[in-house]
């Protein structure tokens, strides 16, 4: 069975401090996929990244990075300079290729309020 | 393009009242998914469908059934509502098959919020 924790549940920042998501997993197969997902005030689920288990390059995209490490099964998120439209939900989910049509388990989610 | 529409947006109901929740996806998506999202639980999978025609239990079927009516619709029925099921229900698609299955990304609805009274 295949397992997403996000141990935060609510974290609080002022406007421009850095913000560290943590997303650790736990599967059985070695091929697998990682996502996050934003949930802002409005409800709806954003897209954004995906990376898959035989990618462990981490990647910085704008004001966001993440960090992949195989071998502690985490997932992380940072969030840099953040901003108060950062406010949001943001989801860590995990998809094994053995389901095939991305049956995505998702953690429960950090709930991020930046603070002007 | 209009990606995944669901409705109604928002429904309240009186316990053992039934009602479905319509979901249609016009980007030509093989799958598609009902997800419910309910407070510190995150999203949980309550049924999908990998192609027109078949139906399969996610991780909280119970109380559910689905229809997949054609390609672009997935519809979602309580027959009979308990408070329980009040949540936000979320629909979603994707094309699975370009690449591997598992690494497609899903797209979701806007979500419908439901109480069960």
């Known amino acids: 069975a295949q397992k997403v924790t996000q141990a935060q549940t609510e974290i609080s920042v002022v406007e421009k401090e850095d913000v560290t998501l943590d997303c650790v997993y736990e599967?059985?197969?070695?091929?697998?996929?990682l996502f996050w997902y934003k949930q802002p005030p409005s409800g709806e689920l954003v897209f954004l990244i995906r990376r898959n288990s035989f990618d462990e390059q981490n990647e910085i995209s704008g004001r966001y990075s993440w960090n992949f490490q195989k071998s502690t099964s985490s997932f992380n998120f940072t969030i840099t300079a953040s901003q108060v439209v950062d406010s949001a939900v943001y989801f860590c989910?995990?998809?094994?290729?053995?389901?095939?049509?991305?049956?995505?388990?998702f953690g429960k989610g950090n709930q991020v309020v930046v603070i002007p | 393009n209009a990606g995944v529409t669901q409705t109604p947006k928002f429904q309240v109901l009186k316990t053992g009242q039934s009602m479905t929740l319509q979901c249609a996806q016009d980007?030509?998506?093989?799958?598609m998914y009902w997800y419910r999202q309910d407070p510190g639980m995150g999203l949980r999978l309550i049924y999908y469908s990998a192609s027109e025609g078949t139906t399969d239990k996610g991780e909280v079927p119970n109380g559910y059934n689905v229809s997949r009516l054609n390609k672009r619709e997935f519809s979602l029925r309580l027959e009979s509502a308990a408070p329980s099921q009040t949540s936000v229900y979320f629909c979603?698609?994707?094309?699975?098959?370009?690449?591997?299955?598992?690494?497609?990304?899903?797209?979701f609805g806007a979500g419908s919020r439901l109480t069960v009274l």
């Open positions: 599967t059985r197969d070695t091929t697998y996929y």
């Open positions: 980007m030509n998506h093989n799958s």
């Open positions: 979603a698609s994707n094309l699975p098959g370009q690449g591997a299955p598992g690494a497609n990304v899903l797209t």
């Open positions: 989910a995990l998809s094994e290729e053995w389901y095939g049509n991305n049956r995505l388990a």
